[in-house]
C-alpha cells in the first residue's frame, strides 16, 4: 500500500517504481506526471496521469495500447502477464473458459486487430468495479469491433485510463464506497420499467405508469432511510424530502432531478442527481449534522415529455408554471392526463398543483448534478464539469414542396427535387451554427412520404432545432439558417412551410452559484473545465424562480446517453458526492 505522503517525498526513481504497473509497461507516464507534485488528492495524480498520456501523442498512445494484451490471449495462456493483467483476467473468469468461449474471443480478437492494428481493451473490472461476465466481456467485443477506428482508439484510451484508475485504488488502500452506493441504487432502481421494454431488459419509466409508481415508492423509502425528516408525495407525483436544519425556519437548499425516462434509456440521466443527494444527506444524518439551511430533495416526477406532450411538468409545478390545457392532454392509449392523476391518487386539481408553488423567499437557490449526456469530459479526460448555461431552444417542422417526375426522363437542370433542397438545408444549418461559438443546429428528420426509386421526390419533410448559450446567439442563428432556406428554395424552384413548434429561453447559472460549484471542483484536487449544456434540465424551469446552478458528471462510452449503454463509474460518482458534499460545507461557513 502507498500513500500520497509517500508519493510526494520520493525520488524520480522512486516515484516511477511505486507508480509501476498502474499503465502496462509505460513507465514514462509516471516519470511525466512527477513534475507536477505534489499531489493533494488522489484525484488530482489520476488527472496528471491522464493529461501526461493526452499530451504524449498518438504514436506513444498507440505503444501505450499496443503494450496491453490480449483477453485470453496468448499472453494467458503462456502465464506471461503481468500480476496486475493476470489477476484481472482470472477475477473475471478468463482462464476458465469453455471451449467454445475461448474460440469465440480468438476468432474476435484476430478480427479485432486486424482492423484496428492494437489489441481490444476493456476494463473488466467494469464501471462498478465488481467485473464483468465472460459473456458480458464478449458482448462488448462483438459491440465496439464494427466501430470507427477513431471512435474505436479514443475508447481503449479511455479503458486504459479506467484499469489505471482501478489499479491506483489497490495500491493506495481506498475503494469510492459511496460512489459505489449511488452505482447500486441505480441498478435498483432501474428494476422498474414498462412492458414491453421490461421483457427485453430495457428500461423505459413514463409520467405515472406502474414502473413510474414502484420507482416513487422506492424513492420515498430510501428518503426516508437516508434520515430526511419528512417525506411526501406532492400534488404531480413529485418525491419531496427536507433535511431540517439546526435552526427551524432557516432558509432551504432545493436541489433533485427527475426520474422518469426516454423510451429505452439509460440508469443516470435525472436519476443520478437524486441519488448523488440522498448519498450526501446519508452522510450528514450518520454524522449527527445539521446546517444553517435545509435541504430539499425533489424527485421530479417528470422531465422527459414522452407519455404527454408536456415536459418539465414535474419542476414546473414548483415554479406555478403547470399549464391547465395539460389535464386534458391524452396519451397514445387516449387516456387523459387528469384520469392518470387521478389512478395514480393524486388530486388531480388545479388548485392542490397551484399550492405546490415555491416561494422564493424561503430559499437559498437549486443546484442539480446531471450526467453530461455529451462527450466533451470524456474527450478531455476529466470526472467533473461545471455548467455555465442551459442552451436556449427553438425548433420547427415543415415541408419542402417540389414536383414528384419521372427519375429517368426529367433532366437535371429541370428538377424541383424536394430532397436535395432538404439535403442543401441540412448543410447550410450545421455551417450557420458551426459559425457561432456553442451553438448547434440539428436537422434530426427528413422523410420523403411514399417515395420510390424511380422517382424524383417531390416532398421531403423536415425539421429543425437551434440551440445556444444566449437567446441572442440561437435567434442570430435561427435568421442566418432561415434565410438560407428561403434562397436554396427559390434558387431550385420549390417551396417551404416551417412551423414554429418550441421555445425555450437560455438559463444562465448564477455566478455566485457556479463559482461554489467551481470551489468544490477545485477542492478535489480537479482541474475547474466550465462547459454548456445543450440539453434541456430541471434547473433550466427553476431558473425562472431561483438563482440556478449545475454540476455536470462524466458519461462512460464517451459520453452517450438517452441510450442502455449509458453509464458513470463508480469513481466518478463518489467525486461528484464529495463536490456536493464539498459545496454544502463551504455554503454553510458563508
Known amino acids: 500500500m502507498s500513500t500520497l505522503a509517500e508519493l510526494n517525498a520520493a525520488s524520480h526513481d522512486e516515484f516511477v517504481a511505486l507508480l509501476a504497473g498502474v499503465y502496462e509497461h509505460s513507465p514514462w507516464i509516471a516519470a511525466a506526471a512527477f513534475e507536477q507534485r505534489p499531489y493533494a488528492t488522489l484525484a488530482a495524480l489520476k488527472n496528471a496521469l491522464v493529461q501526461a498520456v493526452h499530451a504524449a501523442g498518438r ?47 480468438q476468432r474476435l480478437n484476430a478480427a479485432y486487430n486486424d482492423r484496428f492494428g492494437w489489441p481490444f481493451i476493456v476494463a473488466v473490472r467494469g464501471s462498478r468495479g465488481r467485473g464483468l461476465s465472460r459473456s458480458e466481456i464478449i458482448a462488448t467485443l462483438q459491440r465496439r469491433l464494427p466501430s470507427h477506428p477513431d471512435i474505436e482508439f479514443a475508447e481503449c484510451l479511455r479503458q486504459v485510463h479506467r484499469i489505471a484508475e482501478i489499479r491506483l485504488a489497490e495500491k493506495f488502500d481506498t475503494q469510492p464506497h459511496r460512489g459505489r452506493r449511488v452505482w447500486d441504487l ?27 409508481r414502484d420507482c416513487a415508492r422506492l424513492l420515498a423509502r430510501w428518503m426516508q432511510e437516508c434520515g430526511f425528516d419528512s417525506v411526501r408525495e406532492d400534488a404531480v407525483g413529485n418525491v419531496v424530502g427536507v433535511y431540517e436544519a439546526a435552526t427551524p425556519g432557516a432558509p432551504r437548499l432545493l436541489t433533485g432531478s427527475h426520474y422518469d425516462t426516454v423510451r429505452n434509456g ?6 443520478l442527481g437524486i441519488l448523488v443527494a440522498l448519498e450526501a444527506v446519508a452522510a450528514l444524518k450518520a454524522e449527527g449534522r445539521r446546517l444553517p439551511f435545509a435541504i430539499e430533495l425533489v424527485a421530479f416526477a417528470e422531465e422527459e415529455g414522452q407519455r404527454y406532450a408536456a415536459t418539465f411538468l414535474g419542476s414546473s409545478a414548483l415554479t406555478g408554471d ?9 396519451d397514445a392509449a387516449g387516456v387523459s392526463m387528469r384520469d392518470a392523476m387521478r389512478s395514480a391518487g393524486l388530486p388531480a386539481t388545479l388548485e392542490a398543483i397551484a399550492a405546490e408553488r415555491r416561494d422564493p423567499a424561503h430559499y437559498l437557490g437549486f443546484v442539480e448534478v446531471h450526467i453530461e449526456q455529451g462527450p466533451v469530459l470524456a474527450e478531455l479526460g476529466l470526472p467533473l464539469g461545471v455548467v455555465t448555461s442551459i442552451n436556449g431552444s427553438r425548433r420547427w417542422t415543415g415541408e419542402i414542396s417540389g414536383l414528384a417526375s419521372h427519375a429517368g426522363t426529367t433532366p437535371m437542370g429541370r428538377r424541383r427535387d424536394a430532397a436535395c433542397a432538404a439535403a442543401e438545408f441540412v448543410l447550410a444549418a450545421e455551417r450557420c451554427a458551426a459559425a457561432e461559438p456553442d451553438a448547434v443546429a440539428t436537422v434530426g428528420m427528413l422523410d420523403v412520404p411514399a417515395g ?24 442570430a442563428v435561427a435568421d442566418a439558417v432561415l434565410a438560407e432556406l428561403e434562397a436554396i428554395c427559390v434558387r431550385r424552384g420549390v417551396s417551404y412551410t416551417l412551423t414554429p413548434t418550441m421555445q425555450a429561453p437560455a438559463a444562465p447559472c448564477a455566478p455566485a452559484w457556479q463559482a461554489r460549484w467551481e470551489a468544490a471542483v477545485a477542492a478535489l484536487g480537479l482541474p475547474v473545465q466550465r462547459l454548456p449544456s445543450g440539453a434541456g434540465h430541471d434547473a433550466m424551469t427553476l431558473h425562472r424562480l431561483l438563482p440556478q446552478a449545475m454540476l455536470f458528471v462524466r458519461g462512460g462510452e464517451l459520453g452517450i446517453s438517452h441510450n442502455p449503454l449509458e ?3 463508480d469513481d466518478d460518482a463518489e467525486l461528484a458526492v464529495a463536490a456536493f458534499a464539498t459545496l454544502l460545507a463551504h455554503l454553510a461557513r458563508e
Not at 439509460?266 to 436519476?271: A, E, P, V
Open 59 to 105: 504514436d506513444a498512445q498507440l505503444a501505450l495500447l499496443r503494450a496491453h494484451p490480449e483477453l485470453a490471449g496468448k499472453a494467458m495462456v503462456a502465464g506471461t502477464l503481468t500480476a496486475e493483467s493476470s489477476g484481472e483476467q482470472q477475477r473475471a473468469g478468463l482462464a476458465a473458459c469453455t471451449p467454445e468461449e475461448f474460440a469465440t474471443i
Open 186 to 212: 441505480a441498478e435498483a432502481l432501474a428494476a422498474f420499467s414498462e412492458p414491453p421494454w421490461a421483457e427485453r431488459g430495457e428500461l423505459t419509466v413514463t409520467y405515472l405508469s406502474a414502473a413510474h
Open 266 to 271: 439509460g440508469r443516470y440521466d435525472g436519476r
Open 322 to 330: 403547470f399549464h391547465p390545457a395539460w389535464l386534458d392532454q391524452e
Open 452 to 475: 420510390s426509386i424511380n422517382v424524383v421526390p417531390g416532398r421531403c419533410r423536415i425539421s429543425l432545432d437551434i440551440r445556444a448559450t444566449t437567446d441572442a446567439a440561437r435567434d
Open 567 to 569: 453509464t458513470v463509474t
